[in-house]
């Protein structure tokens, strides 16, 4: 009897190592990529939250002045409504700035007269190459959910 060919296998061979370290890889690199997805998603949500924010506070102050004039983003200073707008708006710019949105923000726009607003933001999906934008206006125009790449405002009047 040859004790050779009795020899006992025990543990797993390089190949069989190297393979499964290959496969467990491959699996951490999908998981990474839809993570990616899914924080993009939570950022674009919580910038459209805010821009529902900030329209709330215009709504309201329209319906105590008759006129959206107090609706202001560059005021952080002040306690009453304009500052939590602009509050809104330094949140959503720290938001933009992971992700692709390089001049994003809050933008109100209120034609003369004050008679009418429309609050825009980029989001940080994108649409080709450009980032995609979600408005709302007061007289019910809204932008898709998920945002549009040709949303603007003009006039105070949002254009989807």
Excluded at 58 to 75: A, E, H, I, Q, S
Excluded at 134 to 160: K, M, Y
């Amino acid at each position: 009897m040859n004790i050779r060919h009795f020899r006992l296998q025990r543990g797993f061979t390089l190949i069989e190592l190297l393979v499964v370290i290959a496969i467990i890889g491959i699996l951490a690199t999908l998981i990474l990529v839809a993570l990616n997805a899914a924080r993009s998603r939570a950022r674009d949500a919580r910038i459209v939250s805010n821009l529902e924010q900030a329209f709330t506070v215009c709504t309201l102050r329209n319906d105590v002045d008759g006129d959206y004039r107090n609706c202001k983003v560059d005021d952080s200073n002040v306690t009453e409504e304009a500052g939590a707008i602009a509050r809104l708006h330094a949140d959503t710019q720290r938001i933009d700035g992971i992700g692709g949105a390089s001049d994003g923000g809050i933008t109100l726009s209120l034609p003369t007269g004050n008679s009418k607003v429309c609050l825009l933001v980029t989001l940080n999906a994108k649409t080709g190459t450009a980032n995609k934008k979600f408005c709302r206006d007061g007289e019910g125009n809204i932008s898709p959910t998920v945002g549009s790449a040709s949303a603007a405002c003009g006039a105070g009047v949002c254009t989807p």
